[in-house]
DNA sequence: ATGTTTATGCAATTTTATTGCACTCTAGGA
DNA sequence: TCCTAGAGTGCAATAAAATTGCATAAACAT
């Protein structure tokens, strides 16, 4: 994991899409070179995958909102049932176990209300192991990146 | 936007990096006419663009963090003026600002405790407009998806 | 119905990825 | 210092994939 694999995984990381070629190009190296190092960076799972990152706001998800969860029940096996619950839900994007006041934080993409509220019906209800939780909707985002930084 | 370009969005979200045949082959379309809809679909923006998703494991960067900000000073320009320092940090993945009880979320990815300190120093110190803030570590990750649900 | 726009599949063509091979560079050991 | 093993490199040939033109078919609005 050299200089050169860096600048790879940064370029690679802002597009994809690109030929090797090009990449080799501006890595200065060939491209037969260039395409071993980047195979070797996806089989040592370094690059976990290539995706297509789609705008959420053209596909109708445009409301964003960040719910901090106290559970009733605490401890391992409550939370990590009620984080299985939260994942299996389409508009959860992120659902982590935290320290702190509360216990956990989801992360949810929202086409509208009615959605936040069907969801809240479902996750937070009276019979889930769910004590109180807050919910903080997004009124504009700074940054948003799904780059990790070397 | 059909039901074949809802399908190709999904296929290409999960993996991008399958040829266009068998792309075509899953959705049951020619080989050019699946280049020409995927083709549009970039151009149209749904697809904002194709990236190396790494494992942040791997890369050094294994803690994460949600941290929660009261500012000092409300308000669009004081609240944007954070957003923006904040942004600029490499370590912040996300910054939002929010409704509720704090004004800013953001998420964090670290290389160590290190890194965060440094990091508090520089975004939270005294002169700063942070009144408060409230760190929750990352003690489990349920669920971390760049996938949009269509 | 009918003209018009848009999407499709096929086949030819161009571009890109991939491989074998000989060479180079570097680190470690005698 | 010299030698050698291992990893990495570039070139050129080959294989695979993307891209295009064109004729046809489907969808749409009038």
């Given at each position: 994991?050299?200089?050169?694999?860096?600048?790879?995984?940064?370029?690679?990381?802002?597009d994809?899409?690109?030929?090797?070629?090009?990449?080799?190009?501006?890595?200065?190296?060939?491209?037969?070179?260039?395409?071993?190092?980047?195979?070797?960076?996806?089989?040592?799972?370094?690059?976990?995958?290539?995706?297509?990152?789609?705008?959420?706001?053209?596909?109708?998800?445009?409301?964003?909102?960040?719910?901090?969860?106290?559970?009733?029940?605490?401890?391992?096996?409550?939370?990590?049932?009620?984080?299985?619950?939260?994942?299996?839900?389409?508009?959860?994007?992120?659902?982590?176990?935290?320290?702190?006041?509360?216990?956990?934080?989801?992360?949810?993409?929202?086409?509208?209300?009615?959605?936040?509220?069907?969801?809240?019906?479902?996750?937070?209800?009276?019979?889930?192991?769910?004590?109180?939780?807050?919910?903080?909707?997004?009124?504009?985002?700074?940054?948003?990146?799904?780059?990790?930084p070397?």
């Amino acid at each position: 994991m050299d200089r050169i694999d860096r600048k790879l995984l940064n370029l690679l990381q802002r597009d994809a899409s690109r030929t090797n070629a090009a990449l080799a190009d501006e890595v200065g190296l060939s491209a037969s070179s260039c395409l071993r190092r980047v195979r070797r960076l996806r089989q040592s799972g370094v690059i976990d995958r290539i995706a297509a990152i789609l705008n959420p706001a053209k596909t109708g998800r445009t409301l964003k909102a960040v719910v901090t969860v106290e559970l009733r029940l605490h401890g391992e096996p409550n939370t990590r049932q009620f984080l299985d619950l939260a994942a299996r839900e389409e508009a959860v994007a992120q659902a982590y176990a935290v320290t702190g006041e509360v216990d956990a934080v989801l992360i949810l993409r929202l086409r509208d209300m009615e959605e936040y509220d069907a969801l809240c019906n479902r996750l937070f209800q009276e019979r889930m192991n769910v004590a109180r939780y807050w919910t903080m909707m997004v009124i504009r985002t700074g940054k948003d990146d799904t780059m990790v930084p070397l």
